[in-house]
């Protein structure tokens, strides 16, 4: 069962972008229909619940690493404290048990039966390739769209990134943001990559590697047809990091140049193109780094007055809103006001509080402390980096297959 997991993170992709297009809801699939958007992800829901039943049921697996205890726990107080301190803020764009429950509980629950499940090397193996094929199989269907554009649905946004198929189901097929795209394949890339490294260390025969290998490369196509430039940045800078901790000294030096040719290379090739524009400010508004210096400086704010109950979870955008005139000297086009923080640290702040922000801290930390300070082991921490250097200047949390992914991925390398 847990080897489906994949199967029904990308089903319900589909299953939400396109079900009005191809074929009716499958509502009487919805066990919760208040809380649930879409259908695939109600059946996930459902097999999880199932899941976490037959875990607590079974023989108590002793946790080695007790740090986790006192990230869940901070984050279920967190989740608590929210409640009791949660006020809406219209215009209500997202309710507070439907934010919580596909950005907390349900990846929580997830995370947990990961955890345990994948102790057991053989289940840890396979789930890695199954997690590699079903992304490798996405991937190429977005790729046979991009060449083609047979399937329904735009395939670029305004400044020709790839965005498919994060279009609106509801307003004709347009395209939307590109970077949610880069939040699936750049951990995906990097999770490959450690495979690759670790089937290489094992000395296996080329044809064992044929699925990493390929993961990545379409992963990175993918990645570099985005334009997601903090994706790209985030994950090439660790793809290079991950080769040079594991190549020979000599050739350390030259692989520094090759990088550094490969930069130019890539910065020669989007210099004219409008989005590398916008970047150097080349456009009638704000670029998105000035942008970002008017919402960290709003966080900064926001922080200081709430700093224990935090904004709410579903509030920002509205209150971010209601209060900018109070926050920044410069108010931000009402278009342009942002749906949340930018960053991955203050976002578990703005929707749980201090102690949301503590759960992710001690998550992180204890990670970093037991992979690489205990266990001299950095590569598969590798993979949840990718998360918090990414959300150090956009947010790859949120939509329902991000917020499941994130856990995910910190399970294979609590698992490791």
């Not at 459902?46 to 006192?70: C, G, N, Q």
């Not at 629950?109 to 102790?119: T, Y």
């Not at 800078?237 to 000599?250: D, M, R, T």
Request: proline share 4%.
């Amino acid at each position: 069962m847990i080897y489906l997991i994949p199967v029904f993170l990308v089903a319900g992709i589909f299953d939400y972008r396109f079900h009005n297009y191809f074929w009716p809801d499958l509502n009487f699939f919805r066990i919760i229909p208040s809380l649930r958007m879409f259908d695939f992800f109600s059946i996930f829901d459902a097999f999880l619940l199932f899941v976490f039943a037959a875990y607590l049921i079974s023989p108590r697996i002793e946790k080695k690493v007790k740090w986790i205890d006192f990230s869940i726990l901070f984050l279920i107080i967190g989740l608590i404290l929210s409640r009791v301190f949660y006020v809406q803020i219209e215009p209500s764009i997202k309710s507070y048990w439907f934010q919580i429950y596909i950005n907390y509980v349900n990846p929580g629950l997830l995370f947990f039966v990961l955890m345990f499940s994948l102790k057991d090397t053989k289940v840890f193996k396979n789930f890695s390739n199954i997690l590699m094929v079903v992304f490798g199989l996405f991937g190429l269907v977005i790729l046979f769209e991009y060449f083609t554009g047979l399937l329904p649905g735009e395939t670029k946004d305004f400044l020709m990134r790839l965005a498919w198929p994060y279009i609106d189901p509801f307003f004709g097929l347009k395209a939307e943001s590109a970077n949610w795209l880069s939040y699936l394949f750049g951990p995906m890339a990097i999770f490959a990559s450690v495979n690759l490294v670790e089937k290489v260390k094992e000395r296996k025969k080329v044809l064992n590697y044929l699925v990493e290998i390929l993961c990545v490369l379409i992963s990175i196509l993918i990645l570099v047809l985005t334009k997601s430039y903090t994706g790209i940045g985030v994950t090439f800078f660790i793809l290079a990091l991950l080769v040079f901790i594991n190549i020979p000294k000599k050739a350390k030096k030259y692989f520094a140049l090759g990088f550094v040719l490969l930069i130019a290379i890539f910065i020669a090739t989007q210099y004219n193109t409008q989005k590398f524009q916008i970047l150097l400010g080349h456009y009638n508004k704000e670029n998105s780094i000035q942008r970002r210096e008017q919402i960290y400086t709003f966080n900064y704010e926001a922080f200081k007055e709430n700093w224990l109950k935090g904004i709410g979870p579903g509030n920002y955008q509205s209150f971010f809103k209601e209060n900018m005139g109070e926050y920044i000297e410069t108010n931000i086009p009402e278009e342009e006001v942002p749906p949340h923080p930018h960053n991955l640290v203050t976002h578990f702040w703005s929707d749980l509080g201090i102690f949301g922000l503590l759960a992710a801290l001690i998550l992180y930390i204890g990670t970093f402390y037991e992979l690489i300070v205990k266990r001299k082991n950095a590569l598969f921490f590798l993979i949840p980096l990718y998360f918090l250097a990414h959300g150090m200047l956009d947010l790859p949390y949120g939509l329902e297959e991000n917020s499941i992914l994130f856990w995910v991925f910190f399970a294979i390398a609590v698992a490791s």
